[in-house]
């Protein structure tokens, strides 16, 4: 059975850094992609980024680009996200996602593709 287990959130201050980890067991995920989602109270769960499995294609949401990196380490089943110069509104709960059919190469930013989700990570940014 797949799992994800996401680590490393916390409560940093505005301009500071966080790195989230997410550990991925259960299966081989050669062809799939991971993504990092976020959801704030009373908000719909969005999009953050994705990485292939290779490594080899990544994608942002315009909101993160130039501040958050994702990163994966397939040897480890591990896949990260790197968040820098963090601001209040990105407070929420960080999860993590796999979309097993990708292909190698599909970067999808759409929920209903992820086909398995960990339970999420808390990030709280004060000003």
């Known amino acids: 059975q797949v799992q994800l287990v996401e680590s490393g959130g916390g409560l940093v201050q505005a301009g500071g850094s966080l790195r989230l980890s997410c550990a991925a067991s259960?299966?081989?995920?050669?062809?799939?992609?991971m993504g990092w989602f976020r959801q704030a109270p009373g908000e719909e769960r969005e999009f953050v980024a994705a990485?292939?499995?290779?490594?080899?294609?990544?994608r942002n949401a315009d909101s993160v680009k130039g501040r958050f990196t994702i990163s994966i380490d397939s040897a480890k089943n591990t896949v990260y996200l790197q968040m820098n110069s963090l601001k209040p509104e990105d407070t929420a709960i960080y999860y993590c996602?796999?979309?097993?059919?990708?292909?190698?190469?599909?970067?999808?930013?759409?929920?209903?593709?992820?086909?398995?989700w960990g339970r999420g990570t808390q990030v709280t940014v004060s000003s």
């Open positions: 996602a796999v979309d097993l059919w990708a292909g190698g190469s599909i970067l999808s930013a759409t929920r209903d593709t992820y086909d398995y």
């Open positions: 259960g299966r081989t995920f050669s062809s799939s992609t």
């Open positions: 990485v292939t499995w290779s490594g080899t294609a990544r």
